[in-house]
């Protein structure tokens, strides 16, 4: 069965500042990555997805995150966060076509003035 | 377009008590899910539908919770009798695709249960 780890609980970055969040996850096939990210009260959104091709894939609200078969890691990240980026950010991952999905634990991300 | 809409928002409950929670998703999405969030941790899957028809009820503690999609649409997620473990956001999304991976899930905005 797939997992997937997000190995940070909180991250604080000051705004300006680029981000990385970090996702690791396990399956033995090329797995369906996604992210997706929670404001406070809102249900979750998506950020960006990855299926093949183009191991650096571009998302909503200027993320990008890059898969790394060799590291089975799927690191999202931004130049410059804003502070209405300061929400909660989950990685999960997929089987195949047509599967449920795995999410992480989440990473929350506060932004700092 | 109209989102993905879940009511209560919020409830509190007794343990051993019932809760019924329900979901109306996005106009023409064939699949709905309901999903537990307990806190601090990742969304959980506990029940995918496919139209009318269960897909993956594998996580779903049948001996306490149960779920129907009648019609195809509107979906109830219900709880009798609670636990206080049961204390979770309950998150319904729906997708046009038949599979989590071949479609964009959208997420409500959840119903948050809390059992005392």
């Known amino acids: 069965a797939q997992s997937v780890t997000q190995p940070d609980i909180h991250i604080t970055v000051s705004e300006g500042a680029s981000l990385e969040l970090r996702c690791n996850y396990s399956?033995?096939?090329?797995?369906?990555l996604f992210w997706y990210v929670q404001s406070p009260g809102q249900g979750l959104q998506l950020l960006l997805k990855?299926?093949?091709?183009?191991?650096l894939v571009q998302g909503i609200k200027g993320f990008e995150a890059e898969f790394k078969r060799s590291q089975s890691s799927f690191n999202l990240r931004k130049p410059s966060v804003h502070w209405s980026d300061a929400a909660e950010y989950f990685c999960?991952?997929?089987?195949?076509?047509?599967?449920?999905?795995?999410f992480g634990k989440g990473t929350m991300l506060l932004v700092s003035p | 377009e109209a989102g993905v809409a879940q009511s209560p928002r919020y409830k509190i409950i007794e343990k051993r008590q019932s809760v019924a929670f329900w979901c109306n998703p996005i106009?023409?999405?064939?699949?709905l899910y309901w999903y537990q969030q307990i806190l601090g941790q990742g969304p959980k899957l506990l029940i995918q539908?496919?139209?009318?028809?269960?897909?993956?009820d594998s996580q779903l503690p049948k001996d306490r919770f149960s779920a129907e999609r009648l019609k195809g649409v509107d979906s109830t997620l219900k709880i009798q009798p609670a636990k206080l473990e049961d204390s979770a956001v309950y998150l319904c999304?729906?997708?046009?695709?038949?599979?989590?991976?071949?479609?964009?899930?959208?997420f409500g905005e959840g119903s948050r249960l809390t059992v005392l």
């Open positions: 539908f496919q139209n009318n028809g269960v897909v993956d």
């Open positions: 399956y033995g096939a090329t797995p369906y």
């Open positions: 999304a729906s997708s046009l695709g038949p599979g989590a991976t071949t479609g964009e899930l959208f």
């Open positions: 990855y299926f093949s091709g183009d191991t």
């Open positions: 106009s023409g999405h064939a699949t």
């Open positions: 999960a991952v997929g089987a195949g076509e047509n599967s449920t999905l795995t």
